[in-house]
């Protein structure tokens, strides 16, 4: 009998495990490429919010004190040189005031930058397994960077800075006026027509004052063609305090002789801090503009902006020039790494800034035995260009020049 032609039973067993294994070992390949492309993905997700969020902060940091005195824009306090100017980015428990330091040194003066160590809300994370927000109770920081805005101009053919010419002075600008309690400034047209082109003055804006007499801050509540109001209850608390000092009623002459040539200036104070309270699961890098939610309700001015997602923490550190502390001690890492100026030191000694910035994937990676964030962390140091050099012969004129 003619033998029949075909494979046997375990010729076809042999066959099928060995396609099984191929099949297999291709499976697993392409599951191990698939891991490996979403781990990237997810790691450069996660560096690109890091070096945007870190973009912005050089940016304002490269420019903080520009424009206003060395020793930074006086404030409205009392006697006791205690003042309750609100502080964006600050939350509870912490007071959302700048601090006042005992002694004749308080808070006085808005200096170019102002440190937060650990005044801003909790870092917090999840829990990949089961996505519980985990709070280790650590504060993050915030800072508040000045500098002016000297880029303004009008909205005439002669496009005139808005500090070009001092408000008062009869010569050029007879028609300036300065309200003697500081509730409103009248711009002359011919010297600055308002509101202004590019980004024009408007509600939220932040002005300061300055003459011979020195510096004085307000907040814009609200414009009527050349007028600029300064209305009581601003969110800064800078407007209509009744504090004895650091007021615009301050800049007069002694005696009742009205304003010498004032000069206004248009000045950003710009705040980073992390949000982990709107949405725990996702906490971010905010970049607040001056003051938010002012007024109340839809038509409020400039809101947060969030500048990136997964920042989980937000650290800042700074060289202080000729430190009273320049051994360990006060800074166990020395003056070059100190978490915040302490007394005698100022933010005024502040000639560099350590930023660190830590982020995670936005989802957990699941590829490894048990799921897990992806993490990742920038540092860098900043010099600040306009507090690099201090001038050692400081005159009256030097230290309210903008």
Known sequence: MKRQKGFTLIELMVSMV????????VVG????????????????????????GMHFMLEDFMQA????????????????????IARPGAFAPNPPTFPNPAGPTGFIAMPAISPGWTVGQDAKTVNPTNGAILDGNWKTDVV?????DNSLQDSSAAKNNLYGFPVNQAATCPAGVIDPAGAFVTLDPGCFLMPGSSKPITVGNLIMFHNANGTALEYVTSVAGQRINFGAGDPAGLNATGKPNGTVANLQNAGGGGFP??????????TYYIDSTTNPADPQLIRQ?????????PAAVNPPQAIADNIENLAFSYAITNSAYPGIGTYPAGPGNAPTPTLPDTPGQIRAVNVTLAGRSEAPYRASGYPQYLRNNLSTQVSIRSLSFTNTFTTAASATAP
């Not at 060995?18 to 070992?25: C, K, N, R």
């Open 289 to 297: 503009v001056n003051y938010p939610n002012y007024p109340a309700g």
């Open 65 to 84: 004190g520009e424009g206003i005195p060395q020793g930074g824009i006086t404030v409205p306090y009392n006697a006791a040189g205690v003042s309750a």
């Open 144 to 148: 508040n960077i000045l500098y002016a």
């Open 18 to 25: 060995i396609l099984v294994v191929t099949v297999g070992v």
């Open 29 to 52: 390949a392409l599951l191990q490429a698939q891991h490996a492309t979403q781990g990237v993905a997810y790691e450069a997700n996660t560096q690109e919010n890091l070096r945007a």
């Open 261 to 270: 040539p004032t000069a206004i200036t248009r000045v950003w104070m710009v």
